[in-house]
């Protein structure tokens, strides 16, 4: 068995499939995933919502363009993401310069599945993004 190197985890399980049998619950899997995403899509408007991705970790902060399946389902979802110079230019009293912060915008999600390679964690981040962000109103971040 020969796995690409430019193959996402993802990409790799549907080899796994092939090779098992599984193909059925693979496409289960994925349709899922699918009509998850087409319902972020439905029930949240994302003309004026950007996405970031920071974490803090071993006294250090970390600003990351997408993360993982995290960033796998803002991406497929539409979700913008500011320009990763504009990330990196956060300074260490981060509520005082972040939109998200003022507004009380700001949405927490676990370690675990914002890194977890798995359709489980595909599934929970997009319940957590609908049950957060659906039905509100955002302000919208205004650059300089």
């Known amino acids: 068995m020969v796995i690409r190197d430019d193959a996402s985890i993802f990409d790799t399980y549907s080899l796994l499939a092939d090779i098992t049998g599984t193909q059925d619950r693979m496409t289960f899997l994925k349709a899922r995933n699918g009509c998850q995403i087409a319902q972020i899509k439905r029930l949240i408007d994302m003309s004026n919502i950007t996405s970031s991705v920071f974490q803090g970790n071993e006294g250090r ?47 927490t999600i676990p370690r675990e599945e914002a890194s977890s390679n798995s359709f489980y964690a595909l599934g929970a981040i997009s319940y957590m993004i609908i049950s957060n962000i659906s039905g509100r109103d955002f302000v919208p971040f205004e650059g300089n």
């Open 61 to 107: 902060f970390y600003v990351e363009h997408t993360y993982g399946p995290l960033g796998r389902v803002l991406r497929d979802a539409g979700f913008k993401f500011p320009a990763i110079e504009q990330l990196n230019a956060v300074v260490s009293d981060v509520c005082q310069d972040l939109t998200a912060c003022q507004h009380n915008q700001l949405i």
